[in-house]
């Protein structure tokens, strides 16, 4: 249910410096018109019954037919030399298999957008690394190579909605992958993980209950 968020987008896709070899949108259930601005934009629509991000998110990877896979959110907005950089990094980097990128907020207090996002993805960083033992994924800006996907595909937590799915990745592609960094893979975000006090906890609790579920 993110129509207007999906068509800038995609228009932000469609502008690359390097255009993506296909675009996937997944339809996890949505209500608005989504959809059809996915169509009209060119993308592959795909349904997933099954709710949650999860399940969404794998869906897309498991159809994706290139040998590098891209993942951003609707309400993102690439930089027009993402997929360039990524692209040329995996290139530049045949050791590396999963590439991991940050963001910056675009909405919401201009004068808050540079602290709370170096805050906010600050944070993460400094709690998640040390409990995985490696770099953590940011599912808005992210990169993967396909037969690294196909390699976890299976073992993923695609069938539990409360799953934090950037965390679930992180676990299984840094178990025998090596995740890297890509600092000029540029990305906007929405500020809505603080639109409200249930939605950020709501954040944090799949995040616990992501790392409790992994721990042994």
């Not at 987008?9 to 608005?32: F, M, Y």
């Not at 940050?102 to 805050?119: E, H, K, N, Q, V």
């Not at 190579?145 to 695609?158: F, G, I, L, N, Y």
């Not at 025998?176 to 939605?199: K, L, N």
């Amino acid at each position: 249910d993110d129509a207007a968020g999906l068509r800038r987008c995609l228009r932000a896709l469609a502008l690359q410096t390097e255009p993506a070899d296909e675009i996937i949108v997944v339809d996890n259930g949505s209500q608005d018109d989504s959809a059809r601005v996915a169509r009209e934009g060119g993308a592959t629509v795909l349904a997933c019954e099954r709710p949650g991000i999860p399940a969404a998110a794998a869906v897309g990877y498991d159809a994706a037919a290139g040998e590098l896979i891209l993942r951003l959110d609707a309400d993102c907005l690439p930089a027009a030399t993402w997929v360039e950089t990524m692209r040329t990094f995996a290139g530049r980097r045949p050791d590396v298999d999963v590439f991991a990128g940050g963001a910056r907020f675009i909405d919401g207090p201009r004068t808050l957008r540079s602290t709370l996002a170096a805050a906010y993805l600050g944070v993460y960083a400094l709690v998640l690394t040390p409990t995985l033992g490696h770099l953590p994924l940011f599912g808005s800006n992210l990169g993967m190579r396909r037969d690294a996907w196909q390699r976890v595909s299976a073992t993923v937590h695609r069938d539990d909605p409360e799953i934090h799915d950037d965390l679930d990745l992180s676990f299984h592609l840094g178990e025998r992958h090596r995740i890297r960094f890509v600092p000029a893979a540029a990305m906007g975000i929405s500020m809505r993980p603080f639109s409200s006090a249930s939605a950020f906890l709501q954040r944090v609790d799949r995040g616990r209950r992501t790392v409790v579920r992994h721990w042994p």
